[in-house]
T-cell receptor, first 115, second 114 residues
Framework: AQSVSQHNHHVILSEAASLELGCNYS??????LFWYVQYPGQHLQLLLK??????LVKGIKGFEAEFIKSKFSFNLRKPSVQWSDTAEYFC?????????????FGRGTSLIVHP | DVKVTQSSRYLVKRTGEKVFLECVQD?????MFWYRQDPGLGLRLIYF???????EKGDIPEGYSVSREKKERFSLILESASTNQTSMYLC?????????????FGSGTRLTVV
């Protein structure tokens, strides 16, 4: 079965530090890629997505992600984090194979940003 | 904006009770989903539905059933609640998961089974 790996389970940073969260998947076919964010006490929100075209995707709040097909990766980046970025981040990959289009979620990365 | 509303934010139920978790979306989405979210395990798909009266099992359907009598409403049913079903339950809807659309999630229902 296809899988999604988020290697960093807990990340602690100081404000203004740079962030990179890893996401790798196991399928070699066509994929749609997503990052979701869940702020404390809030519902999951779409941060950004890749469907086709430019592999560097820009999302909300200064986040971006780069799809590297050869590495089966879709890492999330932000050059300078803020305290308000404290949240849980989920990578999701929609494997386009046959009739199934259900995203598979990674286990999540908990980010804590110290002021 | 699409809204996905889950009827209860917190629920406490006893072992063996039948539990209903309700989810309503207001944007005429065909597709609706139920996930449970547990620390360290991420989101796991329980059931999903592509149309009224249609349901498909996800990755962890055991102990659950669903009902979709109307397009806007997707209910998750725990036939006989057990303590290992204590979790955060998330409902989501999507216009069409076969395209690049993402999901819109509800706020979640935190269920505790005692």
């Amino acid at each position: 079965a296809q899988s999604v790996s988020q290697h960093n389970h807990h990340v602690i940073l100081s404000e203004a530090a740079s962030l990179e969260l890893g996401c790798n998947y196991s399928y070699g076919g066509t994929v749609n890629l997503f990052w979701y964010v869940q702020y404390p006490g809030q519902h999951l929100q779409l941060l950004l997505k890749y469907f086709s075209g430019d592999p560097l995707v820009k999302g909300i709040k200064g986040f971006e992600a780069e799809f590297i097909k050869s590495k089966f990766s879709f890492n999330l980046r932000k050059p300078s984090v803020q305290w308000s970025d404290t949240a849980e981040y989920f990578c999701a990959v929609k494997f386009r194979s046959g009739g199934s289009y259900i995203p598979t979620f990674g286990r999540g990365t908990s980010l804590i940003v110290h002021p | 904006d699409v809204k996905v509303t889950q009827s209860s934010r917190y629920l406490v139920k006893r072992t063996g009770e039948k539990v209903f978790l309700e989810c309503v979306q207001d944007m005429d989405h065909e597709n609706m989903f139920w996930y449970r979210q547990d620390p360290g395990l991420g989101l796991r798909l329980i059931y999903f539905s592509y149309d009224v009266k249609m349901k498909e099992k996800g990755d962890i359907p055991e102990g659950y059933s669903v009902s979709r009598e109307k397009k806007e409403r997707f209910s998750l049913i725990l036939e006989s609640a057990s303590t290992n079903q204590t979790s955060m339950y998330l409902c989501a809807s999507s216009l069409n998961p076969g395209t690049g659309y993402g999901y819109t999630f509800g706020s979640g229902t935190r269920l505790t089974v005692v």
